[in-house]
């Protein structure tokens, strides 16, 4: 089956620490997002890439860093420098410019104490 | 910039009875218009598209018209089920930012047996 994959689920760390979250994807789509969502509100971009090892900030990407070095993975590192980084994280995936519908995986809890 | 509006939720309603979930847009050029579900704890679905003007789109008894004369890609389904108690986010592509989506905040459906 194709699709999105996110792992852990559920994710643990003390503050102060980095920690990466893994993003797979098996659609061979061009594009792949990271958005973070707090509870009640809408979805926040932080990084994007429209292409192998090539990416964008979005619109916090303080505190966070990526990679793209395989069009089927988009790892994000939470840092130490991110200030707040208990949230949902969700990743997606479009064709890009052929269709911008994006598909999303099933997101990972951080929490940070 | 462009930006898109949802009604607040959260909105409450009975089994079978009628939905409606506005959704509002604003944007340069024409963009393609969405209607995503996020079930509790889970990613997003794409629920349904609409790629122009006049487009209706559909999908489980859902369904949205593109209207540009408005702007506006309102949510409708006319006989709602325990199942669809969720959270809704109207999103557009947004041409300008190498089509990356942005969505509204998002509307809370709970529906009671």
């Known amino acids: 089956d194709g699709g999105i994959t996110q792992s852990p689920k559920y994710l643990f760390r003390k503050e102060g620490q980095n920690v990466t979250l893994s993003c797979e994807q098996n659609?061979?789509?061009?594009?792949m997002y990271w958005y973070r969502q707090d509870p009640g509100q809408g979805l926040r971009l932080i990084y994007y890439?429209?292409?192998?090892?090539?990416?964008q900030k979005g619109d916090i990407a303080e505190g966070y860093s990526v990679s793209r070095e395989k069009k089927e993975s988009f790892p994000l590192t939470v840092t130490s420098a991110q200030k707040n980084p208990t949230a949902f994280y969700l990743c997606?995936?479009?064709?890009?410019?052929?269709?911008?519908?994006?598909?999303f995986g099933p997101g990972t809890r951080l929490t940070v104490t | 910039g462009n930006s898109v509006t949802q009604m607040e939720g959260p909105v409450t309603l009975s089994e079978e009875a009628f939905l409606t979930i506005n959704c509002t847009y604003t944007a340069t050029g024409y963009p393609s218009l969405f209607w995503y579900v996020q079930y509790p704890g889970e990613g997003l679905q794409l629920l349904l598209k609409?790629?122009?003007?006049?487009d209706k789109g559909s999908n489980k008894g859902f369904e949205a018209t593109y209207r540009k004369e408005t702007t506006s890609f309102h949510l409708e389904k006319g006989s709602v089920q325990v199942s669809d108690s969720a959270v809704y986010f109207c999103a557009l592509s947004d041409r300008g930012s190498q089509g990356n989506l942005i969505f509204g905040k998002g509307t809370k459906l709970s529906v009671k047996p």
């Open positions: 890439s429209q292409i192998v090892n090539d990416f």
């Open positions: 609409a790629t122009k003007a006049d």
């Open positions: 997606a995936s479009s064709q890009g410019q052929v269709s911008y519908e994006q598909y």
């Open positions: 659609l061979n789509h061009d594009a």
